[in-house]
C-alpha cells in the first residue's frame, strides 16, 4: 500500500501564505519519482477541483487559472515529497486540500479519475 501524508494546512489572512507538504511511504514509495503528483481541493458543498499537478521530474507543471502566479507546486524526489506553497491567498482559496499521485496515465492532469492514490487531506482557511 501506498500512504500519502499531506500537512502544513492551517488559519491565515487573507493576503498570506501557507506552504502544504505531501509525504509517500509504504510498498511502492520508491517508485514516487516516476509518478505525476498533483493537488486538489474541496470546499464545502462543493466538487473536488483541480489545483495543480507535475510532472515526474518537475519538467512541466499545472495549474487552474485561479491560483497562477499565487501557487507553486514543487517536488523533492529524494525525500518523496511534494509541496505546494501558496501565496496571496483569498478567502475563497478555502477549502480541504488533497494531494494525490498518479502512477502513469493519459487521461488529464486536471481530471480526478488520473489519480490512483489519494491523502487524506488538510485544512486550509482563510479569513477576510
Known amino acids: 500500500q501506498v500512504q500519502l501524508v499531506e500537512s502544513g494546512g492551517g488559519l491565515v489572512q487573507a493576503g498570506g501564505s501557507l506552504r502544504l507538504s505531501c509525504a509517500a511511504s509504504?510498498?511502492?514509495?520508491?517508485?514516487?519519482?516516476?509518478?505525476?503528483m498533483g493537488w486538489f481541493r474541496q470546499a464545502p458543498g462543493k466538487e473536488r477541483e483541480f489545483v495543480a499537478a507535475i510532472t515526474w521530474n518537475g519538467g512541466s507543471t499545472y495549474y487552474v487559472d485561479s491560483v497562477k502566479g499565487r501557487f507553486t507546486i514543487s517536488r523533492d524526489n529524494a525525500k518523496n515529497t511534494v509541496y505546494l506553497q501558496m501565496n496571496s491567498l483569498k478567502p475563497e482559496d478555502t477549502a480541504v486540500y488533497y494531494c494525490a499521485a498518479d502512477r502513469g496515465s493519459s487521461r488529464s492532469y486536471y481530471s480526478p479519475t488520473r489519480y490512483d492514490y489519494w491523502g487524506q487531506g488538510t485544512q486550509v482557511t482563510v479569513s477576510s
Open positions: 509504504g510498498r511502492t514509495f520508491t517508485r514516487f519519482s516516476t509518478w505525476t
